[in-house]
Nanobody
Framework: QVQLVESGGGLVQAGGSLRLSCAASGDTFSKYAMAWFRQAPGKEREFVAR????????YYINSVKGRFTIGRDNAKNTVYLQMNSLKPEDTAVYYC?????????????????WGQGTQVTVSS
């Protein structure tokens, strides 16, 4: 089973950018589709973006399309989330996930491995 560690969160003003990273270890990273989820205070964890194992196929929720980009470097066992034009409503703890088990990739229970999360705070 893969272990995941996120980094790159922080405090940024609205309109700013952040790049999150998720480093994987413990298994063959290149065989895993990867995803980012987020959880805002008082809300359920929600799917943000997904990238296929080869890095070609991506999918985003509508609210981040055109602002966020998910990518991966299989040589570095790392998945990224480039976040531009950040809004206060993007404030959340961001989690990466691996080990898609089937079903809907936007469902939390469809992912087997999770990182500890990294806090992103966007001030207005």
């Amino acid at each position: 089973q893969v272990q995941l560690v996120e980094s790159g969160g922080g405090l940024v003003q609205a309109g700013g950018s952040l790049r999150l990273s998720c480093a994987a270890s413990g298994d063959t990273f290149s065989k895993y589709a990867m995803a980012w989820f987020r959880q805002a205070p008082g809300k359920e964890r929600e799917f943000v973006a997904r990238v296929s194992s080869g890095g070609i196929g991506t999918y985003y929720i509508n609210s981040v399309k055109g602002r966020f980009t998910i990518g991966r470097d299989n040589a570095k066992n790392t998945v990224y989330l480039q976040m531009n034009s950040l809004k206060p409503e993007d404030t959340a703890v961001y989690y990466c996930a691996a080990g898609f088990t089937g079903g809907s990739f936007s469902t939390i229970s469809s992912w087997r491995s999770w990182g500890q999360g990294t806090q992103v705070t966007v001030s207005s």
